[in-house]
């Protein structure tokens, strides 16, 4: 069996039917609180820069991801929901203010160069070349030249029959979740025309939209996360979809993986290898209302409203398969009671080989040795012996199940 079932049920045991803070294959590893109310986030080199309300741009170092700081900060006149980066450049979406731009050349000092006051209420912002793509809300989609960043300018929009409220963008099409009127595909190959090819109306109000390969992905509040096929920009399908339990405001893809920001129900993390079966295989609660995601590597930042920016590492698996005592004599996989020290007998060593402990979601807690080691300093819970060999192994198992107590 897995651990992570094994672990579910210790935990039912102990907690009855409190809902879990999280998955085993996600955690917090660190935050940083803002001032506002985190809405949007994007992510460049070593910086999450953070859209955070009445408090304007925000720049964390994430250097670090354990113990991200803000290093700087611009207070933009309006109410900032998104923001996008690109160069030397942060683009906010500061609400009823329209587009601010930002130099980020010193993250320590970001200042504004420019602005243009767009005709609705900036939500979104995407960029691509040198143009910026705004989700305007009741006037749909304005494209901005940023050409020259000191002096943005309108050339061209597309009043969407909706609330454009999320954008992406990619090659000569602009994708605008657009409340409940769906998503909304524009022509942006001649910018100064933007013009509808296609459209795909989704159960509830798309919010968020993220786009990768022939999909876009909409967060489509209380109906999750919606998968449809742009193959045919004409003719944008739905060919998939997975429920989330709350309501789904943004989204990020990376690789095989969805993230969601999913409100209270903090960040999901939703398998697509699949795009007509996303499935759910990773969540972490945040304390806030998760609003915003962007993905770099193994880490998610999540702007989280009131709770600030919340960084969130996703291990990718589902736990470390139990394996089988190695032994002649076991049929049976061996658990092991650890209290203070656990004792590995040299001859479970083998030589050149070092073991290593791993937790139940298949994350490296410390290396073992042959006699009593140390695990005073573990929490109490389910662990797992691996020998470095059979880690490598295409099918790597534990040889052997370890329950830390007190």
């Not at 994430?62 to 450049?89: C, K, L, M, Q």
């Not at 080989?353 to 080691?373: F, I, Q, W």
């Not at 929490?379 to 534990?398: H, I, L, N, S, T």
């Amino acid at each position: 069996m897995r651990a992570t079932a094994f672990v579910f049920c210790l935990s039912m045991l102990l907690v009855g039917v409190t809902p879990a803070q999280d998955s085993l294959n996600c955690r917090e590893v660190g935050y940083c609180d803002t001032p506002g109310y985190a809405y949007g986030v994007a992510v460049a080199g070593n910086y999450a820069y953070v859209a955070d309300g009445l408090s304007g741009l925000r720049v964390i170092s994430i250097a670090d991801p354990a113990h991200p700081s803000e290093v700087g900060y611009f207070d933009t006149p309006g109410y900032a929901r998104g923001v996008a980066v690109a160069g030397n450049y942060a683009y906010v979406a500061d609400g009823s203010s329209g587009l601010r731009v930002i130099s980020i050349a010193d993250p320590a000092h970001p200042t504004e160069v420019g602005y243009y006051v767009t005709l609705g209420h900036a939500y979104g912002v995407a960029v691509a070349g040198d143009y910026a793509y705004v989700a305007d809300y009741y006037a749909g989609l304005r494209v901005i030249s940023i050409a020259d960043p000191a002096h943005p300018s309108e050339v061209g929009y597309f009043d969407t029959p909706g609330y454009a409220r999320g954008v992406a963008v990619a090659g000569n099409y602009a994708y605008v979740a657009d409340g409940d009127s769906g998503l909304r595909v524009i022509s942006i190959a001649d910018p100064a025309h933007p013009s509808e090819v296609g459209y795909c109306d989704t159960p509830d109000l798309a919010w968020g939209v993220a786009v990768a390969g022939n999909y876009a992905y909409v967060a489509d509040y209380y109906a999750g996360l919606r998968v449809i096929s742009i193959a045919d920009p004409a003719h944008p399908s739905e060919v998939g979809y997975c429920d989330t339990p709350d309501w789904a405001l943004g989204v990020a893809v990376a690789g095989n993986y969805a993230y969601v920001a999913d409100g209270g129900a903090g960040l999901r993390v939703i398998s697509i290898a699949d795009p007509a079966h996303p499935s759910e295989v990773g969540y972490y609660v945040t304390p806030g209302d998760a609003y915003g995601v962007a993905v770099a590597g193994n880490y998610a930042y999540v702007a989280d409203f009131a709770a600030g920016l919340r960084v969130i590492e996703f291990y990718g698996g589902v736990g470390v398969e139990e394996g089988r005592q190695l032994t002649a004599n076991s049929s049976r996989p061996t658990t092991t009671i650890a209290r203070g020290d656990l004792h590995l007998s040299a001859s479970g060593v083998k030589r050149g080989a070092s073991s290593v402990l791993l937790d139940a979601a298949g994350r490296k807690v410390m290396e073992l040795h042959a006699g009593a080691n140390d695990v005073r300093r573990l929490a109490p819970g389910v662990y797992f012996v691996r020998e470095a060999q059979a880690q490598a192994q295409a099918q790597a198992r534990a040889i052997r199940k370890i329950v830390v107590t007190r």
